[in-house]
């Protein structure tokens, strides 16, 4: 008989603490994201929540300074999305992983691709042509 793991954590008491405690900062960290500018979101995590003073993790000094920066702001927006914070505390935690985005590929236009080709076709037998050759295709 199987049964799910959130199952499992809230039947036993400790574990259910352990469960209620991760969704918490889960939620805590969905509204840190919508209050934060996206490019310090993205390097930034919550990391807990003890007495009002929300505890944030980022992965380099330079966010750490525009964070406390905006530290009055930030507090404010998550005020306003109804978490009780009063402050926030930032560490720089260099070992923290930040997850690297990959920008989607971007297409030529057509435009592009025949004025590309229109060039290719006009050289001779050159690295340029082979380079422009492989760029198209």
Same mark, same amino acid.
């Given at each position: 008989m199987t049964q799910s793991l !959130?199952?499992?954590l809230n039947a036993n008491s400790e574990f259910k603490a352990i469960l209620q405690k991760t969704h918490?900062? @889960?939620?805590? %960290?969905?509204?840190?994201?919508l #209050?934060?500018?996206?490019?310090?979101?993205?390097?930034?995590?919550?990391? =807990? $929540?003890?007495? =009002?003073t929300l505890s944030v993790a980022t992965s380099n000094a330079t966010?750490? #300074? !525009?964070? !406390?920066?905006?530290?009055?702001?930030?507090? @404010? %927006?998550l005020k306003n999305q109804g978490a009780e914070v009063s402050g926030?505390?930032?560490k720089v935690q260099v070992s923290y992983f930040v997850p690297v985005l990959a920008a989607p590929p971007r297409q030529l236009s057509a435009s592009a691709?025949?004025?590309?080709?229109?060039?290719?076709?006009? $050289?001779?037998?050159?690295?340029? !042509?082979? #380079?422009l050759h492989k760029f198209i295709r």
């Open positions: !959130k199952t499992l918490h900062l @889960n939620a805590l %960290q969905a509204q840190f994201i #209050a934060t500018p996206p490019y310090l979101a993205q390097c930034s995590q919550v990391t =807990g $929540l003890q007495f =009002g966010a750490a #300074a !525009k964070l !406390k920066q905006l530290a009055p702001e930030i507090v @404010n %927006q926030l505390r930032i691709q025949h004025a590309i080709q229109q060039l290719e076709d006009r $050289l001779s037998d050159t690295p340029l !042509k082979a #380079a």
